[in-house]
């Protein structure tokens, strides 16, 4: 198992480059209500086919665990072993405090520091879980099968995926962002500024456990560098040695009858990726479930959701001319949507009304429809990791 300084964190690896350098932790829940968090963190997990009993006495590695606050439910399971692999020595320090606070006679759990992409062991986990970290790797396919690669036989492995459909509200915001307070600012300055502008929003977020700042941090500050990963593209970067189990938000159905089933004909990854292609445009709203969408307006969706996170990355890199592409791509995924879902629509086109017009625009005076719109931005999938049906002579 891999220790390493500060000094070996680049200011430009995904999310810890930008922890290590500002110091900070912005993943914290608001466990004010504990009950109600671990309600929360309980429905998650039976939605992905991890009820309480399947963690008891089992073992356990989470990766990016931030502060713990998530690692109060694992705990509340009873894992026999239970590892935490973070690089991040403010959200340790924190996680340590709070584990010590909840659970202070607790001998079953063990912080590491280490990257993710390097950290190894030759111990197999019965779970392995890592949220919020695969998506905006440099190669997310790559930090995926390393990180599924801890998983037993048989074991489920718990990840968190995101498309630039799911993420479209968000990419709109660091636009908006970038317009008003562009990324060469200091990065205090462009926390006060992003505050007054999307504290509105945030309040219309219907169930939010995390606080204004470190959301605004995290999803509208942080610089996005990389691409994200989508549910299809985890499928296929796992599906060597994993299959499948179940997702959240639920959109997999299976009716076949379990007796005509076996082997390759299970096709549970296929199956997968071709139920995502057609509910995925979802993703864009987290409110409303939209109709099916039809596969012609379903790729020009994503075609121009990819458009607005390509000017978004070179916007934060100071290229200012791009304005009215983004407009034009907002204008052409609400014309896309107008037939299904008017509601998501109407908050797209002011966004390009937004974008269109020239110089200094007050944007808490400008949306209506807009401040409450906030997709599906973080999918969640378990897999189960493929294992030989029949068991040697020698099991």
């Known amino acids: 198992m891999t220790k390493q300084d500060e000094n070996d964190v680049n200011e430009d690896e995904p999310y810890i480059g930008f922890y290590t350098k500002n110091k900070i932790s912005p993943v914290h829940q608001n466990i004010s209500d504990l009950e109600k968090h671990f309600s929360r963190r309980d429905y998650l997990y039976r939605t992905l086919g991890v009820p309480p009993y399947a963690l008891e006495g089992k073992s356990v590695v989470e990766f990016a665990p931030g502060s713990g606050h998530n690692a109060l439910y694992t705990m509340s399971l009873s894992p026999k072993r239970y590892l935490l692999v973070d690089m991040n020595t403010t959200g340790i320090d924190e996680g340590k405090a709070l584990l010590k606070e909840y659970y202070p006679n607790a001998d079953c759990y063990e912080f590491v520091r280490s990257k993710i992409q390097d950290f190894q062991s030759v111990e197999k986990f019965d779970v392995v879980i ?12 790559a930090f995926a099968r390393h990180v599924g690669s801890f998983v037993k036989p048989g074991g489920m492995l718990v990840i968190t995926v995101c498309d630039n459909v799911g993420v479209l509200s968000e990419l709109i915001r660091r636009l908006i962002a970038e317009k ?8 205090d300055t462009r926390l006060e500024a992003v505050r ?22 995290d999803n509208i500050i942080q610089k996005w560098l990389y691409p994200v990963f989508a ?7 796992l599906q060597d040695a994993f299959e499948v189990y179940g997702t959240s938000p639920q959109f ?10 076996h082997g390759d004909e299970a096709g549970l990854n296929e199956r997968a990726i071709e139920q995502y292609k057609v509910h995925g445009i979802s993703f864009i709203n987290g409110s409303r479930l939209l109709p099916p969408v039809i596969v012609q307006d379903a790729d020009v969706i994503r075609q121009h959701a990819q458009k607005i996170w390509d000017y978004m990355i070179e916007i934060q890199d100071g290229n200012t001319d791009l304005w009215q592409m983004v407009a034009d791509s907002c204008n052409t995924i609400a014309a896309s949507l107008q037939a299904y ?55």
């Open 252 to 261: 997999l159905t299976d009716w076949r009858w379990h007796k005509q089933i």
């Open 341 to 395: 879902d008017t509601q998501t629509s109407e908050a797209i086109k002011e966004a390009a009304v937004f974008f269109e017009r020239e110089g200094k625009v007050d944007p808490q005076a400008h949306f209506d429809k807009f401040t409450s719109l906030f997709g599906q931005g973080q999918q969640y999938i378990s897999f189960v990791r493929k294992r030989d049906l029949i068991p040697t002579a020698n099991a």
């Open 130 to 141: 890592c949220e919020g970290a695969v998506p905006n790797q440099t190669d997310s396919a």
């Open 180 to 187: 008003i307070c562009p990324s060469s600012e200091p990065f």
């Open 196 to 217: 007054s502008i999307f504290a509105p929003h945030f309040e219309a977020i219907s169930g939010t456990s995390r606080p204004l700042d470190h959301w605004l941090m």
């Open 231 to 237: 549910v299809d593209e985890a499928i296929e970067a």
